[in-house]
């Protein structure tokens, strides 16, 4: 079992709708970091958070430490949101192996 | 630009060749770190450094791989005898020093390597 987990592995979504990406971890964490990648493969970091919840633009990152549990949510998807979503668990930098996002006009 | 830069992008190499990559950190940044990523996979941690020292090496890390940042400022991944299971995205992050041990990172495009 992997020390990061996430779901679903691929997510398909017209624009317009709610997502959720669930990032399940079994390691004691300081911080959880959400990631995105476009292809090609730029990394850009979204959120750290190590408790509650953060909110950027469409972007909402909760997490639950006693769970083990955080989730990435994207209110009003676009098609420029497709992209590979990681979650990555501080404090052994372990990164999730990533939820693809297909969002179609 | 003052983002994170990595020089090559792209490196095709023969199986036992020694390839070395480049990574220019955002300048005020203290940490720089090297990630491995494969196809589908997340990325992978290898090794970080604050300021010159490095401060921890992943077991990934094999005794044919060094990083090496010298001044304190860019660093230099070094792959020697490559083999076509080091073909991956090698992926460069810098931040500075967190409150906790790893804060928020600012990655670099990475360095497609190919090993034939």
């Known amino acids: 079992k992997n020390e990061v987990e996430q779901s679903p592995q691929n997510l398909t979504a017209q624009e317009g709708e709610f997502i959720t990406i669930n990032c399940s971890y079994s390691?004691?964490?300081?911080?959880l970091h959400w990631l995105q990648q476009h292809p090609g493969g730029g990394i850009v970091s979204l959120f750290m958070?190590?408790?509650g919840k953060k909110k950027h633009g469409r972007l909402i990152a909760t997490i639950n430490i006693q769970e083990k549990h955080s989730s990435l949510h994207i209110t009003a998807s676009h098609p420029r949101d497709s992209a590979v979503y990681i979650c990555?668990?501080?404090?052994?930098?372990?990164f999730g192996t990533g939820t693809r996002l297909q969002v179609f006009p | 630009d003052t983002g994170v830069s990595q020089d090559p992008r792209h490196k095709i190499t023969k199986r036992g060749q020694n390839v070395t990559f480049r990574c220019d950190p955002i300048?005020?940044?203290?940490?720089l770190y090297w990630y491995r990523q494969t196809l589908g996979q997340g990325p992978e941690f290898l090794t970080y450094?604050?300021?010159?020292?490095?401060?921890?090496k992943s077991r990934l890390l094999s005794d044919r791989f060094s990083a090496e940042r010298p001044k304190g400022s860019f660093s230099t991944l070094e792959i020697q005898r490559t083999e076509q299971g080091d073909s991956a995205m090698y992926l460069c992050?810098?931040?500075?020093?967190?409150?906790?041990?790893?804060?928020?990172?600012?990655f670099g495009p990475g360095t497609r390597l190919t090993v034939l």
């Open positions: 450094f604050q300021n010159e020292a490095q401060l921890e």
């Open positions: 992050a810098s931040s500075p020093i967190p409150r906790g041990r790893f804060g928020e990172q600012f």
């Open positions: 990555a668990v501080a404090d052994k930098l372990i």
């Open positions: 958070l190590s408790s």
């Open positions: 390691v004691g964490i300081s911080a």
């Open positions: 300048s005020e940044h203290n940490r």
